[in-house]
């Protein structure tokens, strides 16, 4: 559970595997589900053909007064990463203007605004990019960017590797390649 907060990708044969359990559960009810359940964690945990999609845990904790507010916001960002999203109107969403909404988000967080949203876009990179369906230049606009450079610049700050390395890195490991 640990490694999943960084979101996981497993091999195929872990994937059919899952899915054969899942498959099984259609039709189960009451202990027999809840077993099929514990099932596919254990095969889930034994697994060591799994990579981390993300080089940083996805968890943020918030006292009870701000958890609505701070859900908002986060709601608001996941649903609308695609958009070009304005500061003010993100800051509306918090009841701020836009310099105090800043302050708090990054003292919530731990991240400015703009780093935070930049992450949700290159997560949702990630999953277009192992998918393999799109080209890199399409994976950046589907993403919330405006540019391929800065794509391509944001991608590797957070990834710590180049788009066309992740996607390479991927469909090595698939077999749709090589």
Not at 38 to 51: R, T
Not at 138 to 158: A, E, H
Request: charged share 25%.
């Amino acid at each position: 559970f640990e490694n999943a907060k960084k979101g996981l990708k497993f091999s195929k044969a872990v994937s059919y595997l899952v899915h054969n359990h899942m498959v099984g559960l259609v039709g189960s009810k009451g202990l027999s589900s809840i077993i099929g359940i514990l099932s596919i964690l254990d095969v889930l945990s034994i697994s060591e053909n799994w990579e981390p999609l993300c080089a940083e845990e996805i968890v943020h904790v918030f006292r009870r007064d701000e958890k609505d507010r701070m859900a908002k916001i986060i709601s608001y960002l996941n649903e609308n990463f695609e958009k070009k999203i304005e500061l003010q109107d993100v800051a509306s969403i918090a009841n701020m203007t836009p310099n105090a909404f800043c302050r708090y988000f990054k003292k919530r967080t731990k991240k400015s605004y703009s780093q935070f949203l930049n992450e949700i876009r290159i997560r949702h990179a990630c999953r277009l990019l192992i998918e393999g369906r799109h080209q890199i230049s399409t994976v950046c606009y589907q993403s919330g960017f405006n540019t391929p450079t800065n794509f391509n610049r944001q991608f590797k700050s957070i990834m710590k590797i180049t788009p066309t390395e992740y996607m390479r890195k991927y469909e090595s490991k698939d077999g749709h390649s090589e």
